[in-house]
């Protein structure tokens, strides 16, 4: 079993940054897959951002038109950590987000994803 904790969230200004964690812990794959959705009320899960990853490099990140160029996603092997930068926030992008992981490469479908944390808001006031 993978457990995932996201941390980060919270209230800020339209034009402002955040920084969204997300720290596994269990069991490990050779290559895997780390990817961010969102949530907004009324409204299906959305892809934010993805990333696939083995242990000593990045292989690919992908990320939804809404917030490429704007959003960022990392990885810290050393914490087992994931990270989400995402700058010049807009209303719009306020929602929960959830981190999810899948063994082997990333994918945009929400299904595809067997592991989730519990979510963390965020909200960007206008």
């Known amino acids: 079993q993978v457990q995932l904790v996201e941390s980060g969230g919270g209230l800020v200004q339209a034009g402002g940054s955040l920084r969204l964690s997300c720290t596994t812990s269990?069991?490990?794959?050779?290559?895997?897959?780390m990817a961010w959705f969102r949530q907004a009320p009324g409204k299906e899960r959305e892809f934010v951002a993805a990333?696939?990853?083995?242990?000593?490099?990045?292989?690919?990140?992908g990320y939804a038109d809404s917030v490429k160029d704007r959003f960022t996603i990392s990885r810290d092997n050393t914490k087992n950590t994931v990270y989400l930068q995402m700058n010049s926030l807009k209303p719009e992008d306020t929602a929960v987000y959830y981190c999810?992981?899948?063994?082997?490469?990333?994918?945009?479908?929400?299904?595809?994803?067997?592991?989730w944390g519990q979510g963390t808001q965020v909200t960007v006031a206008s």
């Open positions: 269990g069991r490990t794959y050779i290559t895997y897959a």
């Open positions: 999810a992981l899948r063994p082997g490469t990333w994918s945009r479908g929400p299904r595809d994803y067997g592991y």
């Open positions: 990333g696939s990853f083995r242990a000593w490099d990045t292989l690919g990140t």
